[in-house]
């Protein structure tokens, strides 16, 4: 009895279809093997599954790899023809657009240099009263910036000018107060002290009654002010 011709068609059965591709592949790769050894030759076999898990001969992935690049650098391979026409296509798509962003480039440049002062000879009365205009406008918003900028430095300066004034005066009154301290103590050490307690009269005795209870207490007269 002879062999049932098999239907070249998908294979329904998911178990049958799987059965058939593990036989099938095995087979495959079996007469990959057998033409490579009997003919000396590269050959690479690459299976996808319809769950799209890779099989693919050699088992070693480098090896493969370097079949594909030996079938790629072949002059008029396919490959090279597919990503040439997909570039071509993609080209074809945008060569509308970059005609008209090239020509706004030329135009641009051309105003460029016009508003520089430059290659002027072509153009009109209006078109010069224009760059005129334009080029006034500019320097009008330049200027407001520039004074904006001014004003603000100038205000950050007075800001820093009175921070300063302040801390000058509080320094000033702080030397003042030291210098009242020094007299006062020079006065006292050149007289004897009859009474640690004594009564005070004038501004200058409460100022000198304050820093020597802090020189008694080992106390910084700054930190008072």
């Known amino acids: 009895m002879g062999r049932v011709k098999i239907e070249m068609k998908r294979i329904e059965n998911v178990t049958n279809r799987q059965v058939t591709l593990s036989k099938r592949k095995a087979g495959l790769f079996k007469k990959c093997k057998e ?8 050959v690479a076999a690459i299976v996808f599954s319809d769950t799209r898990k ?12 370097n079949v594909v690049e030996r079938y790629t650098s072949v002059d008029n391979c396919p490959l090279q023809n597919v990503e040439r026409n997909k570039e071509e296509g993609i080209y074809c798509k945008l060569a509308p657009y970059l005609n008209v ?15 520089l002062g430059e290659d002027l000879g072509l ?13 006034e406008g500019s320097i009008k918003k330049i200027r407001d910036k520039k004074k904006q900028l001014m004003m603000q ?26 210098d009242i301290y020094n007299h006062e103590l020079q006065k006292r050490e050149s007289e004897p002290i009859i009474n640690e307690v004594s009564t005070f009269t004038n501004k200058d005795d409460m100022a000198y009654s304050k820093y020597k209870d802090s020189y008694i207490l080992n106390i ?6």
């Open 123 to 135: 153009l009109s009365q209006d078109e010069l009263e224009s760059y005129e205009r334009k080029i």
């Open 153 to 178: 430095e100038i205000t950050n300066n007075e800001n820093q000018v009175q921070c300063l004034q302040i801390q000058n005066h509080e320094l000033k009154k702080k030397i003042q107060y030291f």
């Open 35 to 42: 033409l490579s050894v009997l003919c000396d030759a590269e």
């Open 101 to 115: 962003r090239r020509e706004k480039m030329k135009e641009l440049e051309k105003e460029n240099k016009n508003m």
């Open 220 to 225: 910084d007269p700054y930190d008072q002010f």
């Open 54 to 65: 890779l099989y693919h001969y050699p088992q070693t992935p480098g090896d493969v790899n």
